[in-house]
């Protein structure tokens, strides 16, 4: 066995399903290997970037680990704010950089791709990673994988592997995976009883959920505690589609002043909030009516729980659940029955232009006829149409680090490592960016249903500066270019011509289908719509 087997038979055993890469010089050697090995499937985008958002996406929507493999500087460097996004948002991503030899860090030349240093992307990477390793030692490198897709697994973070290229080849012993830690049974134990108390003293009780919950595998055990102690559950912005599949009585998505007035009274007028894997974030929290009292809360993230002044450190959140489950059993609340979600439908199918909400409508429609689908939205007005989606599939979004140009590679990153055909919903803007990407789906089979929302603008920037005229952007005709990457590709002006191009890109396959929504200068979801007013208000108060 050679290092570079031994690393994929590792990333294999710790859950990783595919590669996601663009190869360059420095990072051949590791290709070669893993196109001859066929350990793991092996997937080439167009654009760094796109490597990281498929592989953070494969990650956030069938758990396990995402891997991305590039090339030393260019490559890498591409590479770091889709990483920075994974780092924010809590996903466990593992970065490969090939990088160069040691003859060749000795031979005095500054080397092509180096920056400063030959070690600056590694100074780089310590900044948005858990953990960073340098397998320049044959002999050291088993131990050195195992911890670094152990942090990645443990933290649901991502991790930064440097392989020089000298080293694809070497001799290297076999990965041992590192068992666990095990939490303290008796502080575990300790901490779920003082949170049961909580809970069962007050008179509005509420699970809050966030992101840490998917990342973990635990919404069925999530749903269990909250049938069992009868606690209505939200979930927030980054959480919207937790829950889709399960039997919890689920209120809806948090908005403060931009969401359903029923779930923001119920969050905030809360007597006892138990936040779940829920990051204190001004995009989850920023539009608040009302200032949320945290030291009243309960807050279980990042591996350790806080309850006003006591902090119990060293807590993971699926034990805390465990023992919320076993000691719960004889305290059922008697919290009321919410009402189930309601998403907007039936649309009108006449000659009047698209609007936002006329796609939401749309698409809510056609996956109660057709069943579920995965969504993915990129960032704008897209994400809070999506919120109006029923997201029975699932739905990925970059909420808190709100990268744009994520959404079309993420979907053929999902649809790489799920085998699951999504809908993707991207703005013009965004499109621009990684749109590109999906000339890639004709050589693997994909073919995601893509909804460009078209303003010739970005739109949620022009909505809070609508006589700035930097916000406008040309038409591409994005549909004109759909058969040239080997998609079909609809224009739509109209509501009807919507519900036609939708009903047919659903019942074709073996092809990507783009959608062009054409939509009139400051058309906005009722989301956005909430949502700026409120912020606007919050701006002005202060």
Known sequence: MNLSTALLHALKAHGARELFGLPG???????????????????TLSHEPGVGFAADAAARYGGGLGVAVVT?????????????????????LVVISG??????????????????????QLAIFREITCDQVVLDNAADAPALIARALGNCLAQSRP?????????????????RMVAPRKPDPDAVRACAAEVLRRLGRAYRPLLLVGIEIRRYGIEHKVAQLARLLRVPVATTIMGRGLLAGEDAPLLGTYLGVAGDPAVTRAVEEADALLMLGVLLSDTNFGVSARKIDMRGSIQALDGQVVLGHHVYPDIPLEALLDAMLEDGVSMALQAPEPQRVRYPRELRADGEPVAPMDIARAVNDALAAKGAMPVVSDIGDCFFTALDIDGGGGLLAPGYYATMGYGVPAGLGLQASSGKRPLILAGDGAFQMTGWELGNCQRYGWDPVVIVFNNCGWEMLRAFQPEAKYNDLSDWKFADMAA?????????????????????????????????AMLPRGAQSDTLARFVAGVKRLQAAA
């Open 25 to 43: 010089d420095f990072v051949l050697p590791f290709f070669q290997q893993a196109e001859q090995s066929a350990a793991l499937p092996l997937y």
């Open 72 to 92: 030393y500087g260019a490559g890498a460097l591409n590479m770091v704010n889709a990483v920075a996004a994974s780092y924010a948002e809590k996903v466990p």
């Open 99 to 120: 990088a160069p030899g040691a003859l060749e860090r000795s031979n005095g030349f500054l080397l092509h791709h180096q920056t400063r240093s030959l070690d600056s």
């Open 159 to 175: 991790v930064y592997i440097e392989l020089p290229r000298d080293m694809a080849a070497a001799p290297c012993g076999e990965v």
């Open 484 to 516: 040239a990457l080997g998609g079909d590709g609809y224009r739509v002006n109209t509501r009807a011509q919507l519900r036609q191009a939708l009903d047919k890109a659903l019942a074709t396959r073996g092809r990507f289908q783009l959608i062009e």
